[in-house]
């Protein structure tokens, strides 16, 4: 096996890691698990390894390099699978009910030491891979590109800020169960959002700007790039040092989202600008006018306290709307359902999923605005339907085209 297969299969097991987190988070929130918990599942089990594992894959040919070593991709996936796993354990219900209180912080002690391991090494091996072109300045971008090298070369300056949100937020998540210096009081939605708004929306942005005008073979608006990504970078510090309240977090919610809203805009006028259809592309659109739903609901927040319920909202809007239905979109265009020769191999399959994640969070978000109690569980089961449909999906593909 080459190099570059086997940077291929562990950047697939990341993704299907990643799959495999969703539907345990979507059954868990049905359930009820405690906000953190709730949390770990979407951001750091979701979210995160699915990042991890599209970062490996493409953040190293972007950057015009080949990625330096795949031995430790092993070692990154088993701790921050079972740092999760630890994290997650501790913080829910169960974990809390069963065991005492010195268990519950060695457990999450535990978990946070696994998962910052884990990142270390993901840091560690792209910065050893791009350490001659640290600001992307080589793009790799051919002839037949040219174009869109100032595009390119934005995206990549935005990379090593997500990189170094991802530190920070990990820092963080340790420091909050390890005798370190806490980063300013120790407030957990800081490191929420140093990890959720800086490393995996700013990557979002950095990598969409790359790669979906491609699949679209359109042009996004410079201007909106120009004003997309430096907000992106700025955004999440001034959000997770002004929480939870404040002219700081006030001026962070702005920024963040004329981030998200201008990227929403940015996709959405180069979508219109293509003739490429696809379903993935499709799963994008959607994701994007969630987004731009919850910018607008987390600005509601810097004018007035919110309730325990428009935090739900905005959470669930962001984590499983936003970028959740962006990286099930991204999975549909990377892995087409159609090349797949099992029955429900179809676009149609992948449709269904879009439409249960997405239809499952609408309702259930009108629920918690609502106070309709039976909305909130008939989304979420929606929600879980979709998620499970989606990791079937996946491992059946990864089974019969990958083995």
Request: charged share 10%; hydrophobic share 55%; proline share 5%.
């Amino acid at each position: 096996m080459t190099h570059a297969e086997r940077a291929s299969r562990w950047a697939r097991r990341f993704v299907l890691a990643g799959a495999a987190w969703l539907a345990v988070w979507q059954v868990a929130e049905l359930a009820g698990t405690p906000r953190r918990a709730a949390v770990t599942l979407g951001l750091l089990g979701f979210v995160l390894h699915t990042v991890f594992g599209k970062a490996y894959a493409l953040v190293p040919p972007y950057f015009d390099r080949d990625l330096a070593t795949t031995r430790l991709m092993p070692v990154h996936l088993a701790c921050s699978v079972t740092g999760t796993l630890l994290l997650a354990g501790a913080a829910s219900g169960v974990g809390q009910a069963v065991l005492p209180t010195p268990s519950v912080e060695l457990l999450s002690l535990a978990g946070a030491a696994l998962w910052t391991v884990g990142v270390a090494v993901f840091l560690g091996t792209l910065g050893w891979t791009v350490r001659d072109n640290l600001l992307g300045g080589a793009t790799g971008t051919g002839e037949a590109n040219a174009e869109r090298r100032p595009v390119d070369r934005a995206a990549n300056l935005a990379m090593p800020v997500a990189l170094a949100y991802l530190a920070l937020g990990s820092y963080a998540l340790l420091a909050a169960h390890a005798p370190l210096p806490t980063l300013l009081d120790g407030y957990a939605p800081r490191a929420s959002h140093l990890l959720g708004a800086g490393f995996a929306t700013l990557t979002l942005f950095a990598v969409g700007f790359r790669l979906l005008p491609r699949f679209l073979v359109a042009h996004p608006p410079r201007a909106l790039v120009a004003v997309v990504l430096p907000a992106g970078a700025v955004g999440p510090a001034l959000l997770a040092v002004g929480l939870p309240a404040g002219p700081m977090f006030r001026l962070g919610a702005t920024v963040e989202a004329t981030a998200v809203i201008g990227f929403a805009t940015a996709f959405g006028v180069t979508f219109v600008r293509s003739d490429r259809g696809r379903i993935g592309l499709d799963a994008v659109l959607v994701a994007v006018a969630l987004g731009s739903l919850a910018a607008f609901l987390g600005l509601t927040f810097a004018v007035d306290p919110p309730t325990a319920e428009l935090v739900t909202a905005h959470r669930r809007l962001n984590v499983l709307g936003f970028l959740g239905l962006a990286i099930i979109g991204a999975s549909y265009q990377f892995y087409p359902p159609t090349a797949g020769s099992f029955r429900g191999a179809s676009d149609r399959t992948a449709l269904a999923v879009i439409g249960l994640v997405a239809g499952g969070l609408l309702v259930e978000v009108a629920g918690l605005l609502g106070g309709g109690t039976y909305l909130v569980t008939g989304g979420r089961l929606a929600a879980t339907l979709g998620a499970t449909v989606h990791l079937g999906l996946l491992v059946a593909l990864f089974r019969e085209r990958f083995g």
